[in-house]
């Protein structure tokens, strides 16, 4: 296994603008996973996906948010107009049908 | 309301030393229960897991954990303690029979360890 994939590690941005963030995950994994975890917190689930589908999300997903799975494989998580509240570490995971998460090392968003 | 407590946010211990670490959950279905760690900058890597049978469960590195359904708890313990040990622990529930599987962690413990 590669591991799952997450780019970019560090992303300093401007209140208002937007930012992307890539998960590549583990090749044989059909299940996606985005979490957010804040300083002093554990992780809150955001989203989930199986294969291209957008099965569930959270409340914590505002309509700024947007997350994509176009072919199954790599997921997108976009934040339009960030604002200072969105500063945290963006961590994505993927696991088989009845198998265990694997984390990425996630995406750290810092917003100015 | 699904939640999971771990009541000790930063606990040091010297090395050598046994370690527990606490967990509570609240959970409506029959939980799985799970414990990661977390190196500083680092994902999070799955120390064990429970889903059923034995409640003493073995994981990784050393660690072991005890389900009390009837205290809902989850706590991990270790006999002996590393320097490399020092990391933070999260504890977290879910339902892996359920389609989503998504988990509920918990606020996390941070362990110190004093030579």
């Known amino acids: 296994d590669t591991g799952v994939s997450q780019d970019p590690r560090h992303k300093i941005t401007k209140r208002g603008q937007n930012v992307t963030f890539r998960c590549d995950p583990i090749s044989e994994h059909n299940r996606l996973y985005w979490y957010r975890q804040t300083l002093g917190q554990g992780p809150e689930f955001l989203t989930y996906?199986?294969?291209?589908?957008?099965?569930?999300k959270s409340r914590l997903l505002s309509d700024r948010f947007s997350a994509e799975r176009p072919k199954g494989s790599f997921s997108t998580l976009e934040i339009q107009r960030t604002e200072q509240g969105d500063s945290a570490m963006y961590l994505c995971a993927s696991r088989r049908a009845a198998g265990e998460l694997f984390f990425g090392e996630g995406s750290r968003l810092t917003v100015l | 309301a699904q939640s999971v407590t771990q009541p000790d946010i930063h606990i040091t211990v010297s090395e050598g030393a046994s370690l527990e670490l606490r967990c509570n959950y609240s959970?409506?279905?029959?939980?799985?229960l799970f414990w990661y760690v977390q190196s500083p900058g680092q994902g999070l890597q799955l120390l064990l897991k429970?889903?059923?049978?034995?409640?003493l469960v073995q994981g990784i590195k050393g660690f072991e954990a005890e389900f009390k359904r009837s205290q809902s708890s989850f706590n991990l313990r270790k006999p002996s303690v590393h320097w490399s040990d020092a990391a933070e622990y999260f504890c977290?529930?879910?339902?892996?029979?359920?389609?989503?599987?998504?988990?509920?962690f918990g606020k996390g413990t941070k362990l110190s360890v004093k030579p």
């Open positions: 959970y409506g279905a029959t939980p799985y």
């Open positions: 996906f199986q294969n291209e589908a957008q099965l569930e």
């Open positions: 429970y889903f059923s049978g034995d409640t």
């Open positions: 977290a529930v879910g339902d892996y029979g359920g389609s989503q599987g998504n988990l509920i």
